[in-house]
Nanobody, 112 residues
Framework: VQLQASGGGLVQAGGSLRLSCKVS????????MAWYRQAPGMPRELIAQ???????NYTDSVKGRFTISRDNVRRTVFLQMNDLKPEDTGVYYC???????WGRGTLVTVSS
């Protein structure tokens, strides 16, 4: 599996970013996909997930601010992040839920 995340950057608190992750090497449309975040000095955590049928679930810290979506034709999963906070800073990765092969994430830095 290959996972190419992009769209990160430096943004002020309250701002927005849209992350994308292009996936190849798996039958994308059948897998539950997820976004993970690794804050500095912290373990990687699951923050959002989406089923093949587009049902979604979020960790409490991002609920109401982040939206995960997917395009099964383009084999891409997205994360729209609004009202960003400094504690959202970290490297963001996408993967299939339970996947053990990780691609290069994309860095999000939120300044106060």
């Amino acid at each position: 599996v290959q996972l190419q995340a992009s769209g990160g950057g430096l943004v002020q608190a309250g701002g927005s970013l849209r992350l994308s992750c292009k996936v190849s090497g798996i039958n994308f449309r059948i897998f539950l996909m997820a976004w993970y975040r690794q804050a500095p000095g912290m373990p990687r955590e699951l923050i959002a997930q989406i089923t093949s049928g587009h049902s979604t679930n979020y960790t409490d810290s991002v609920k109401g601010r982040f939206t995960i979506s997917r395009d099964n034709v383009r084999r891409t999963v997205f994360l729209q992040m609004n009202d960003l906070k400094p504690e959202d800073t970290g490297v963001y990765y996408c993967n299939k839920l339970g996947g053990t092969t990780w691609g290069r994430g994309t860095l999000v830095t939120v300044s106060s």
